[in-house]
């Protein structure tokens, strides 16, 4: 009797290992819930990425709720520190961020960094712009190059941030794969991309570094003229505008903005993470929410991004060792 029982156990095991495939077997959770970490106050970037990224999440239906956490304090320290500090907690937890992440981190504004976490996935993308008024003689970033090069005290460039920050960094990187000298970059820092804008308009100086996403909109009413952006291809918003790369330099950059779990969450999570994130790519809500906000699909998950991660690491803190922002 033991010995039927045991062979129709083994013939229904067998029968059952035929009928589901190994790969569902092992297949990652699904995602019912994500609460998002913001590292910063309502209506700036991180907050509508997180509720951008959520809600079309949620409209679509590949998650069931999605909520908030605004966080501000030390830069993105306070969230950063707390999401480690609680990760037994936060398994259904994504934090948003971007290249600060990376610049405070060099620089010291917190001990921790990307890899105190665990990177989930880079989403979206604003590309930086180097703009001119509308009545500027610059046509092309090589006219622009060759005036520094002559005389760099004649091309004052403006930007959103402090020096060493990163519409600072983007110009000097340009500069440097040109072959000229970024420390002689005479960079003006405002306190806002709005004030920065303003300044270049005043004719206060020459040239802005911006994210495209801020001028795209002023370049398509015939105030700013888009030198060049960062991008590896030209960006179908503004298709005559060429790349920084078609002028022969050797120079991308992407503001990212993306995802972490906290620091030892499960394997099957994280990747559940990265596939709900990627199926999101298909659906209309996102493609609405990403076109309305002037957003690029920048898609890098798991060991990708975590690639990505290291070589920005690599490049921002070359050209910031070199400024003299780090030793």
Known sequence: MRKNWLLRLMVLLALVSFAVPINSVFAAPEVEKIHFIIPGGAGGGWDGTARGVGKALQDSGLIGNASYENMSGGGGGKALNHLISTAKRQQDTMLVNSTPIIIRSLTGVFPQSFRDLTPIAAVIADYAAIVVPKDSKYHTIDQLIADFKADPRSVKIAGGSVKGGMDHLVP????????????????????????????????????????????????????????????????????????????????????????????????????????????????????????????????????????????????????????????
Do not use: H
């Open 172 to 327: 000097a990187m340009i500069i440097k794969a040109a072959g000229g000298d970024p420390l002689k970059l005479a960079y003006i820092p405002y306190d806002a991309g709005g004030k920065a804008m303003a300044g270049l308009l005043s004719g206060d100086t020459q040239a802005l570094s911006t994210g495209f996403g801020e001028a795209v909109g002023l370049a398509k009413q015939g105030e700013v003229r888009i030198l060049a952006v960062t991008s590896d291809e030209r960006l179908p918003q503004a298709p005559d505008v060429p790349t920084v790369k078609e002028a022969g330099l050797d120079m991308t950059f992407a503001n990212w903005r993306g995802f972490f779990g906290a620091p030892g969450l499960p394997e099957a999570k994280a990747q559940a993470f990265c596939d709900v994130l990627k199926k999101m790519y298909a659906t209309d809500d996102w493609k609405k929410i990403r076109d309305q906000r002037g957003w690029q699909d920048l898609y890098k998950p798991g060991a990708e991004f975590t690639a990505f991660l290291e070589k920005m690491e690599k490049d921002l803190g070359g050209i910031m060792r070199e400024l003299g922002f780090i030793q």
